[in-house]
Nanobody, 114 residues
Framework: QVRLVESGGGLVQAGGSLRLSCAASGIIFRINTMGWYRQAPGKQRELVATITSVGSTNYANSVKGRFAISREDAKNTVYLQMNSLKPEDTAVYYC????????WGQGTQVTVSS
C-alpha cells in the first residue's frame, strides 16, 4: 500500500513559519526523489521544491531563500520548512514521490493571512 500523508499545514500570519511533514510508506523511500508542490484555487499545480536520494535540492524561484526541503530516511519522511511566509504562499501543498512508484499525497492546506 502506497501512502503519502502530509501534515503541518494551518493558518499563519505573514512573516511566520510552518513546517510541513510527509510520511511515506509503500515506496522505496531511500532511493526516491521527493517533492513538494502547491496549488492555489483556480491555478495550476506548481513545483515548490524537490530533494533527491542523495540530498540534492531544487526550489522554485518564488520560495528560494525562504523554504527548505529536507529528508529523514530513517523515518521515511520529507519536510518542508517554510519561513517568511507571504499571503501568496496560500495553497494546498502536496507531497510527491517521483518514482518507485510515482505517487501524490492528498495535500495539506496552508493559509497565510496578512
Amino acid at each position: 500500500q502506497v501512502r503519502l500523508v502530509e501534515s503541518g499545514g494551518g493558518l499563519v500570519q505573514a512573516g511566520g513559519s510552518l513546517r510541513l511533514s510527509c510520511a511515506a510508506s509503500g515506496i522505496i523511500f531511500r532511493i526516491n526523489t521527493m517533492g513538494w508542490y502547491r496549488q492555489a484555487p483556480g491555478k495550476q499545480r506548481e513545483l515548490v521544491a524537490t530533494i533527491t536520494s542523495v540530498g540534492s535540492t531544487n526550489y522554485a524561484n518564488s520560495v528560494k531563500g525562504r523554504f527548505a526541503i529536507s529528508r529523514e530516511d530513517a523515518k521515511n519522511t520529507v519536510y518542508l520548512q517554510m519561513n517568511s511566509l507571504k499571503p501568496e504562499d496560500t495553497a494546498v501543498y502536496y507531497c510527491r514521490s517521483e518514482q518507485y512508484p510515482a505517487f501524490w499525497g492528498q495535500g495539506t492546506q496552508v493559509t497565510v493571512s496578512s
